[in-house]
């Protein structure tokens, strides 16, 4: 059965600590994606990697960065946590469909709450 | 970014009830997701659509993808308390571009 792991399901930091959040994928999958979800605003992407060591910004990379040392894992890093980043964090890998976009795996998110 | 709308925001119903929900673009998408969220997990992927006025049937779920290709719909006939969840549209324009979400239609099916 395929999978998309987070580290954590629910975490609670405070301001201005370094947060990191883990995602693992046993697909083999080439490309790897954060996103945050906050109620009214739907899905935004955050930052995505097609390869190792590789990464692009997504649509609000600001206060965040990320990770890809290795194929399978993709971390995103709050370097310096702030409350208006409390909100659920879902990593997705995918498997490009061809002509059909990508069909994107999700884990089952980590809600992270900053105080 | 392409802007997906998505409606209604919010929708209950009565078990055995049929449904219909909307994922609306001014954009051209070279095809269109759907996927469901269940409380606590994370979204699955229900159905790709295509081609412009693609019909895909799951079990008691239709989906259809505009002739233009600028839209689609979700009809649930006889809905089940187990369709409860939050129903998103994803679009991709092709050339590489990562998809578009909406915002999401939250479905509760009563007992």
């Known amino acids: 059965d395929v999978k998309v792991t987070q580290s954590s399901r629910y975490l609670v930091k405070r301001t201005g600590e370094k947060v990191f959040l883990e995602c693992v994928q046993d697909?083999?999958?080439?490309?790897m994606f954060w996103y945050r979800q906050d109620p009214g605003l739907g899905l935004r992407l955050i930052y995505f990697?097609?390869?190792?060591?590789?990464?692009e910004k997504g649509d609000i990379p600001e206060g965040y960065s990320v990770s890809r040392e290795k194929k399978e894992r993709f971390s995103l890093i709050l370097e310096s946590a702030s409350t208006n980043q409390t909100s659920m964090y879902l990593c997705a890998s995918s498997l490009p469909q061809q002509g059909f976009g990508e069909k994107l795996f999700f884990g089952s998110g980590t809600q992270l709450s900053v105080l | 970014t392409q802007l997906l709308e998505q409606s209604p925001q919010f929708l209950s119903i009565q078990e055995g009830e049929n449904l219909t929900v909307y994922c609306n673009s001014s954009?051209?998408?070279?095809?269109l997701q759907w996927y469901r969220q269940e409380p606590g997990e994370g979204p699955v992927l229900l159905v790709t659509v295509v081609t412009g006025g693609e019909v895909k049937k799951l079990k008691r779920l239709t989906f259809q993808f505009g002739d233009a290709r600028k839209d689609s719909s979700l009809h649930i006939t006889a809905a089940q308390p187990g369709d409860t969840g939050l129903y998103l549209c994803?679009?991709?324009?092709?050339?590489?571009?990562?998809?578009?979400f909406g915002k999401g239609i939250t479905l509760s099916v009563r007992p």
């Open positions: 697909m083999d999958h080439e490309n």
């Open positions: 954009s051209v998408f070279s095809s």
């Open positions: 990697s097609y390869d190792v060591k590789m990464k």
């Open positions: 994803a679009g991709d324009t092709g050339a590489n571009s990562k998809l578009t």
